[in-house]
């Protein structure tokens, strides 16, 4: 009989550090527990320890039967946010020092940008450079790729000594025209090395070789600002796993939709600034499809933030480029958006005696007031615990009890007593005010696409997402909730069960003149075909030429003169002109599903800059079921009683459920509260819940006959 071996997940968010174990049956159990700031790698190991205890295995011995582990991680974000990257710098062409500081200078000053909001509130980010760590050479490329100007290998090998000698530790490169052709960056690179072997070093060329100078040097200056904390802590939290026995394959989730091997993470840290909750998307992604649920709006609470992706057609939505850290990069990613509204985010009533929840959290440390750990500030976990929706003494599983009177004394304090209103109101006003922020972003995420919330189906997971879905998915206008049986540690799962992902990219500028009524006369169709075949030659050579890999190729379109760009899937074989044409029409079709009908203008001719290429190697991890060994044999065997609970304004006799114990197929009526280890799952006065055969639950708005309401 061979050894029992097993994979796991891992997610680090900002409260808590989500683990999902699947044996070697593809069984599945959950774990959550407080996230340790002060070393983030040993509350993975402790959610170890806490596996091997339930598996009856020491620690040694459980770590070595791991033969696959993933990891999701914040680190990054919070390395950029928190500003404790590495000290950096960065070697530009002549004349090219100011381009991080003047950045999209129109746009900002217009208001166009949504990140920048009025003129006047406009401000730079802190800087990730000092400016004198910034050193200009002689080279140039015109932009066809011709040399102007030879690169100047003395300039470049002064500038390694002049940053060596001021502390630099990380090095970006990047020349205005690299994306063209790299070999004045290649160069400046080999130079750079001879002179510094040890310094960690970001070519644009390589982490974005795509039009525009700004995102490209933000990318590549952001890439080498974080790649030593990531290689640091990847290696320290690698170093604990093996040094405990464990001997299997380490991945770490990117941002993009995979995994990919630790040892590339710190190579390519930029990507992994939405590592955590892409995992989410990806695990809701395939839950959808097995459902058989196309468009869906995952939503991802937990105690510090509240995010929101979209899924339309079975796929989750990836944006071309981000905003992090105040800086626009060409690193694309799933498309996340999120808000300061979590259950560790802190109400209070501001200057004007308005009630405000977030986007400061308690965090893990001190955490909510009714954690008893030092936390005076009321947080919406304390509202719920307060309003009778957390049981304190089954807080994840009565690991971690509550204390419901500190929640009480601390929203009576800060929220009751400033606004005049009994502690139970001033808790129900505090889950309203955050309940309302999340459905304006619901609500937002999808119009802002060309979609209408009312057609989607809800996910709701992360620790506190169930407790609240109820509510804010009525609020949107949504029906239907699904609440998957692996909630309180989705994107945990969705690490483990991620295919392995590299996608590569290139700028190859093209354009049609105006009111050109074949787009295909002017684009060069064999271009673009011999782009896409050196693309996929590239992704098959990057990812081991594994035989198990699948690409797929988008091109990426805007109108003349624009600046943002929609992607558009294209088929995988040489295109035709015809194909080209047709390509042309979907995007015209897209832009006005997006912006609205009468919006696209044909007569303006297209461009197409940038080609890209993503490879997937599927994941070895199977399809994981639930642990059942708890189920009970009727839905009254797994009540718990009843315990009254505010609604609004109303206050209701609730039945109370073990989650865990629900039979397949059990049918719930409004309302009624399901208690699991790691999440409190509500289903409102007018709703209906049935657990399906997976053990995911489906919340529904009943009908006048008191029926679920049928999509």
Not at 34 to 52: H, M
Request: hydrophobic share 40%.
């Amino acid at each position: 009989m061979s050894a029992r071996t097993f994979s796991v997940g891992t997610d680090i968010g900002g409260t808590f550090t989500d683990m999902v174990v699947l044996d070697d049956q593809s069984v599945l159990r959950l774990f959550k527990l407080p996230t340790t700031p002060e070393d983030r790698s040993q509350g993975v190991i402790d959610g170890f320890k806490l596996a091997a205890e339930q598996y009856g295995m020491s620690l040694e011995d459980f770590t070595r039967a791991v033969r696959y582990f993933a990891h999701g991680t914040t680190a990054a974000t919070n390395a950029l946010i928190e500003r404790k990257g590495s000290t950096t710098g960065l070697i530009t062409t002549r004349g090219f020092a100011d381009t991080l500081a003047v950045q999209r200078a129109m746009g900002s000053w217009t208001g166009l940008d949504s990140e920048s909001g009025h003129y006047s509130r406009r401000r730079n980010p802190a800087p990730i450079v000092d400016r004198r760590h910034i050193v200009e050479v002689d080279e140039r490329l015109g932009f066809g790729g011709t040399e102007v100007v030879a690169l100047d290998h003395e300039q470049v090998r002064a500038a390694a000594r002049q940053l060596r000698e001021a502390g630099v530790e990380a090095v970006a490169i990047c020349f205005l025209w690299a994306f063209v052709r790299p070999d004045h960056e290649l160069a400046a690179a080999e130079v750079v090395r001879e002179e510094w072997p040890e310094v960690f070093l970001t070519l644009s060329s390589d982490i974005a070789p795509v039009i525009g100078e700004y995102e490209r040097t933000a990318t590549a200056v952001v890439n080498s600002y974080l790649g030593p904390v990531i290689n640091r802590y990847v290696g320290l939290l690698e170093r604990r796993l093996r040094d405990n026995g464990f001997t299997g394959d380490f991945t770490v989730m990117d941002s993009a939709g995979g995994v990919m091997d630790s040892a590339q993470a710190a190579d390519r840290a930029v990507e992994l600034l939405a590592s955590g909750p892409a995992g989410g998307v990806l695990a809701s992604a395939a839950l959808a499809r097995r459902l058989g649920y196309p468009n869906v709006i995952t939503s991802d609470m937990g105690g510090t933030s509240f995010d929101v992706g979209l899924i339309v057609d079975g796929e989750p939505l990836v944006a071309t480029s981000s905003v992090d850290g105040g800086y626009h990069l060409a690193a694309p990613r799933i498309q996340i958006t999120a808000v300061g509204s979590g259950g560790g985010s802190i109400a209070a009533v501001d200057e004007d005696g308005v009630l405000v929840v977030g986007p400061e959290s308690a965090g893990a440390v001190p955490g909510p007031a009714c954690y008893g750990r030092g936390g005076t500030r009321p947080t919406v976990t304390d509202a719920d615990v307060t309003l009778g929706i957390i049981d304190p003494e089954y807080f994840l599983g009565g690991r971690i009890p509550l204390r419901r009177e500190l929640a009480e004394e601390a929203i009576g304090k800060h929220v009751a007593e400033p606004l005049g209103l009994p502690v139970d109101e001033a808790a129900a006003g505090v889950r309203s005010v955050v309940d309302n922020q999340m459905a304006d972003l619901l609500r937002t995420v999808t119009i802002q696409q060309g979609y209408d919330p009312r057609d989607f189906v809800l996910f709701a997971y992360g620790g506190a997402g169930p407790a609240h879905a109820y509510s804010f998915a009525r609020e949107a206008g949504i029906d239907t909730i699904v609440v998957p049986y692996t909630a309180t540690v989705n994107s945990a799962y969705g690490a483990v069960s991620s295919d392995r992902y590299r996608g590569v990219q290139i700028s190859d500028p093209q354009r049609t003149p105006p009111r050109a009524d074949r787009p295909a006369e002017f684009l060069d169709v064999e271009r673009i075909n011999r782009t896409f075949g050196e693309l996929v030659e590239r992704c098959r050579r990057e990812m081991g030429d594994h035989p198990g890999l699948r690409t797929s190729r988008l091109l990426y379109f805007r109108f003349r003169k624009q600046t943002h760009e929609l992607p558009i899937l294209v088929p995988d074989r040489d295109l035709t002109p015809d194909d080209l044409d047709e390509l042309v029409r979907q995007f015209h079709s897209r832009y006005e599903r997006i912006y609205g009908e009468g919006t696209s203008l044909p007569e303006a001719g297209i461009e197409i800059n940038t080609f890209r290429v993503e490879g997937r190697i599927p994941g070895d991890v199977s399809a994981a079921s639930r642990d059942w060994s708890e189920e009970a044999s009727t839905v009254d065997a797994a009540r718990l009683g009843q315990r009254s609970v505010l609604f609004g304004r109303q206050r209701l006799d609730t039945a109370v459920y073990r989650g865990e114990r629900l039979p397949r197929q059990a049918d719930l009526a409004g309302p009624a509260i399901l208690e699991f280890p790691g999440t409190t799952v509500v289903v409102g006065p007018d709703q209906h819940a049935r657990v399906d055969g997976e053990g995911n639950i489906i919340i529904t708005l009943t009908d006048a006959s008191g029926a679920g309401a049928a999509r």
